[in-house]
């Protein structure tokens, strides 16, 4: 079995290690064959994976974070190739769901040595995402934490307070179901797993198998609900707190009186007003 690790050398805090040297030797001790190659630019990783499925690599690995692994499984789409994970970011969302090793010895063993099998993968407008997706809040502070200049969850947490005081929700149409809902929203989010990443639990329900999206809906956010979201997310009760509304879905539309921000993996995209949102059942193979 033949791996490629596709190693994003700007993710995370830790930027001390040397990671290729460390791949190289928990890899060899466990007998793999296999080759690394490091990203370069924005999109690199996703050329570097669709390149190695074709050269015939049975598992593709992400190391990096949650974008990384967005930017390695979109080449991966509709090849025999599998994803892998090392992680190395700051949420780690899908393999935390996937109840992966995080750190980097245990994680290299286990793609050395993986079962297989496939998840869902959502897309909206038409862009892949495999853990969560939104737009809204989560999506504006997406945006702000790209431009903060640090990572890390304490820097996350900075921009999210700060941009808390400012944000105000926007008037939505949801198209999900067969019916219409007329609402506000300060959050829309679009789970195929349960979490964010850090354990900021979203969508606690969330099957990442089970061929529909959760979809949760904050309409408002004052100060008393903010906290119970905070702590939702924090112990993964929000779908039992009532400060979120909560739909599974398979297909949405969204509409917006006023552009919104949206997000695929904890990476801002851009801002729209129109979007569509949609779940290909079992389309990924996974190494885990």
Known sequence: MRICFILNPTSGTNRTQDVPALLTRYATAAGADFEIQATQYAGHAEELARRAATQGYRVVVAVGGDGTVNEVARGLLGTAAALGIVPRGSGNGLARHLRLPLDLPGAVRRVCQPTFQRIDVGRINGRPFFCTAG???????SKMFARAGTRGLSTYIKVSLREYRRYQPVPVQIELNNQVLETSC???AFANAAQYGNNAYIAPRADIQD???????I?????????????G?????????GAAVYHTSHHIRVRTEHT???????????????????LEHLALEVAV
């Open 219 to 231: 309409d408002a956010l004052p100060l008393t609900r903010a906290v119970r979201v905070g702590v």
């Open 260 to 278: 919104l921000g949206f997000h695929v993996d904890g990476d801002y995209v851009a801002d729209a007003a129109a979007f569509e949102v949609e």
């Open 233 to 241: 997310l924090a112990l993964g009760t929000l779908a039992t707190s």
């Open 186 to 188: 300060y959050v829309l």
């Open 211 to 217: 061929g529909l999206l959760d979809v949760c809906l």
């Open 135 to 141: 737009l809204g809040f989560d999506a504006h502070v």
